[in-house]
């Protein structure tokens, strides 16, 4: 059986509220709205699935009507569930994100109850699944204790893991978790200073810092500037492409698929980067988190147009 990627964090129940023109603070903007399944986990775990990765998610999905729609849609996306915990009502966690009429985000507010639930001991109980993985995919919604459970699993067991901060206020957490021995690290711009000391001021020196923690890579994704991958002896950078943004809601949580293919493919560092910027550039041209239309092979042949794969 081949070794499935194991997402752990996040699974929400999103709204998005599209204004057409630009926001007024303090006052009354016209919108519209849509619901989708959403929270970074919860989107790695589909976008991997459409791509024909086999996938589990661990989190947590309230005993409501809305932990239910939210369940329902993993399940129908492809998603296995077996290892999540089904808890109380009013568990499942809910974002609302206003996107300006450009595509971009204007702000997001993010009601999670559950988080705590997660546990170390909770984890323990999963070492089966997790021992099995090819990759681990954590984000920061875990507590500090349950992220620290896992890179000293990931320690024991080899298993890599993948840490995504998601936003600055989460990721904050990871300056009390010990990351040695992490695969891979993910922040954009905002978020790559507050994972880091005072005294590291410079890009360089927020990297040199975090490498001197014993993590073996840094991806830095630097929007419209592409994204570099920093390694103990290279940096490997890439362009981004140049779309009509129509949501940039999922773009990251897209891009880290896309990187996860290719390292499930074999591809090189160069040839995830590619993989990954293409299926963030299709996410930024739909509405919501997900590029429904894509399958593996339409993805490998957009990146092939795009970058030469």
């Known amino acids: 059986m081949t070794k499935p990627v194991v997402c752990i ?3 929400f129940v999103d709204e998005l509220y599209y204004v057409n023109e630009p926001i007024l603070p303090a006052t009354t903007n016209m919108a519209s709205v849509l619901q989708k399944a959403g929270g ?3 989107n790695l775990a589909h976008q991997l699935a459409l791509l024909d990765v086999p996938v589990e998610l661990i989190s947590v999905f309230g005993d409501d009507s809305a932990g239910n729609w939210l369940k329902n849609s993993c399940s129908s996306a492809g998603i ?4 999540s915990l089904f808890a109380d009502a009013g568990s499942t966690g809910k974002y609302t994100g206003i996107i300006n009429h450009d595509g971009s985000l204007y702000t997001a507010l993010l009601a999670n109850s559950s988080d705590h639930l997660l546990t170390p001991d909770y984890l323990e109980k999963q070492t089966d699944l997790l021992g099995s993985a ?3 995919l954590a984000d920061t919604n875990l ?3 349950s992220l620290q459970w896992l890179v000293d699993f990931s320690n024991r067991s080899g298993v890599p893991l993948i840490i995504e901060p998601v936003s600055v206020p989460p990721a904050k957490k990871l300056l009390q978790v010990t990351l040695k021995g992490v695969f891979l690290l993910t922040p954009n711009e905002d978020e790559l200073p507050v994972l880091c000391s005072a005294d590291a001021v410079t ?3 927020q990297i040199q810092e975090l490498t001197d923690q014993g993590i073996q890579a840094i991806w830095l994704h630097k929007g419209a500037e592409g994204s570099v991958l920093y390694t103990n002896d290279n940096a ?3 362009h981004t492409l140049a779309v009509d943004i129509i949501d940039c809601t999922g773009a990251g949580d897209g891009a880290l698929s896309g990187f996860v293919l290719g390292k499930y493919l074999g591809y090189s560092d160069e040839g ?3 993989l990954a910027h293409t299926l963030a550039g299709e996410i930024l041209r739909v509405e919501g988190a997900i590029a429904t239309h894509l399958t593996r092979e339409k993805l490998i042949e957009k990146a092939q147009e795009y970058y030469s794969l």
Request: include cysteine; glycine fraction near 8%; charge should be positive.
């Open 9 to 11: 964090g996040g699974a």
């Open 40 to 42: 970074v986990s919860r």
């Open 80 to 83: 296995r569930l077996s290892s």
């Open 134 to 136: 090819c990759y681990l």
């Open 143 to 145: 507590s500090v204790q």
């Open 203 to 205: 890009t360089e020196q």
């Open 236 to 238: 490997t950078q890439l």
């Open 272 to 274: 995830c980067l590619k």
